[in-house]
C-alpha cells in the first residue's frame, strides 16, 4: 500500500515537471502570467486595506486576519491547479468521451486525467500566498501549518470538483454545476466566515466545504487545537474518497468517443 501511494506520488510529481516544462517553451509568456496574477491578488488586498481604514474589525476579522485569509485562499487555488490543473476540464472530457487515452494507461485513470494539465498563472498564487504569510508573522509552526493546510484545502477543492463534475456520467450541464461549485468555493473564500449566516454557513460546511478548506485551517493557525485538525484531516480522508467512489462507479456508465490521442 505504502510503495503503491508512493509510485503515485513519483507519477504526479513527473507529470507535473512534465507540463511545466511545456509550458515554459515561451519563458515569456510563462513569466508574465505568473507575475500578472501576483499583481492581481495585491490589487484586491489594496480593496482590503482601504476597507479596514474605515472599519477596523469586519464580520470579526482585523486586517491581520484578512491576509491570512488570502494567503491560505491563495494557497489553496495554487495547489489545486499546479497539480490537478485539469480538473475543471473533467465534466467535458467525459461527456464528449474524451478519456479513452486515460483508460488505456497503466495508472489510476483519474490521478492521470486531474494531473494532466498545469495552470501556469496558479504559480503566482502559490508564492503570492507565501509573501502573505510572511507579512502575516512568519514562524515554524505557522509555516508548516500554513504549508499543511494549502496542500488539505487543494485537495478538499479538487476532490469536490470532482464529484460535480463526475456527474457528468449521469446528467447533462454537470459542467454548469461544477463550474458554479467551484466559483463559490474560490470567491466566497476570500470573504470572512463572520458576516455569513443561516443557511450560508450550512452550505459552507456541506456542498462548497469552504470551512473545510479555509476557514477551519484559519482559526488553527491562529489558535492551535487539535481536535479541530483531527476533524480537518479527517474530513479530506472522507471527501477523497467519496471523489473515488463517485468517478469509478460513473466510469462504469462512460461511452467512448472513439478518440484515441497519444499522451506522452
Known sequence: ML??????????????????AREMTNKATFLTNIIFMILNNAAFLVEWIIFFSIKDNIGGYVLKDVILLWALASGTYAICFIFFGAVQELPNLI?????DSFLVQPKNVLISILISKTKVSAIGDLIYSYILLL???ISFKNFLLFTLFIIIGGIITTAIATIF???????????????????TMLN???????????????????????????????????EFNIVNLLIVIGYTILIV?????????????YSSGNLMSARV
Open 3 to 20: 510503495m503503491e501511494a508512493k509510485k503515485e506520488f513519483k507519477f504526479i510529481l513527473l507529470s507535473i515537471k512534465y507540463n511545466l
Open 95 to 99: 461527456m464528449n468521451g474524451k478519456i
Open 135 to 137: 507579512i502575516y508573522g
Open 165 to 183: 463534475g463526475s456527474l457528468a456520467f449521469y446528467i447533462t450541464k454537470a459542467d454548469t454545476i461544477a463550474g458554479n461549485i467551484m466559483s
Open 188 to 222: 466566497f473564500g476570500t470573504y470572512p466566515d463572520g458576516i455569513f449566516k443561516g443557511a450560508i454557513r450550512i452550505l459552507f460546511y456541506t456542498i462548497a466545504p469552504i470551512s473545510f478548506a479555509i476557514y477551519m485551517p484559519l482559526h488553527i493557525i491562529k
Open 241 to 253: 474518497s467519496i471523489a473515488f467512489l463517485i468517478f469509478y462507479k460513473g466510469l462504469k456508465k
